[in-house]
């Protein structure tokens, strides 16, 4: 069974600073789709950004990319240029059957102004 | 607009009480989702439909009861329910095409359940 982790249960920066949360995953499939989600306060979970695993090149959306490493099995999602509206709950999420979706713990980051 | 609205925002039941929750989808999705969100745990999957069918129960207690009478309707009864089942409660769908997990689930807000 897949598992995804992610180890930082809490960050907090300062706005306009880069953040940089780690997600890590297991896995034998060699195939599959990486997501985080964003949970603001508001409750409602947004996708943020998504990365194919056949797909080399790093994901980017605006202001938010992120590093995978296939052999590593790890996708952090880098944020950068922080904005207060950037404060929510991130969840990394790991697709590999259709419907399934596995999802890590969650980092609450708080960016401060 | 989220395309996904769930009612009600925050219900708060006795243990005795019968209630559902309803998630509506307004994005023509073929695919349904129950989550429980408890805090310091990942979402745990309770339900799929695709199709309007059930498609995975993931050994959720019978005391939960999903029911999806359209592919834009779905809802999750709820009888004699346990303190310990206080949590958020979330819908998705996504436009099932098969293979793999390309399609994204969109969500709604959330209800917000307290079991006294």
């Known amino acids: 069974a897949q598992t995804v982790t992610q180890s930082q249960p809490e960050m907090s920066v300062q706005e306009a600073e880069t953040v940089t949360l780690s997600c890590t995953y297991d896995t034998s499939e060699n195939n599959y789709y990486l997501f985080w989600y964003k949970q603001p306060p508001s409750r409602q979970m947004i996708l943020v950004i998504r990365?194919?695993?056949?797909?080399?090149q790093n994901a980017t959306e605006n202001r938010f990319s992120v590093n995978f490493q296939k052999a590593a099995k790890s996708f952090s999602l880098k944020i950068s240029d922080s904005q207060l509206g950037d404060t929510a709950m991130y969840f990394c999420?790991?697709?590999?059957?259709?419907?399934?979706?596995?999802f890590g713990q969650g980092t609450r980051l708080t960016i401060n102004p | 607009e989220t395309g996904v609205t769930q009612t009600p925002r925050h219900l708060v039941m006795g243990m005795t009480n019968k209630k559902s929750l309803k998630c509506e989808q307004h994005?023509?999705?073929?695919?349904m989702y129950w989550y429980k969100q408890s805090a310091k745990k990942p979402l745990e999957l309770m339900f799929v439909y695709s199709l309007e069918e059930r498609v995975e129960n993931n050994s959720v207690p019978s005391r939960f009861s999903p029911e999806c009478p359209n592919s834009s309707h779905l809802f999750l009864h709820l009888h004699t329910l346990q303190p310990e089942d206080s949590a958020l409660y979330l819908c998705?769908?996504?436009?099932?095409?098969?293979?793999?997990?390309?399609?994204?689930?969109?969500f709604g807000a959330g209800t917000r359940l307290s079991v006294l």
């Open positions: 999420a790991f697709g590999r059957g259709a419907q399934k979706l596995v």
């Open positions: 998705a769908s996504s436009q099932d095409s098969g293979g793999l997990a390309k399609n994204i689930q969109y």
């Open positions: 994005l023509g999705h073929n695919a």
């Open positions: 990365q194919e695993a056949y797909k080399q």
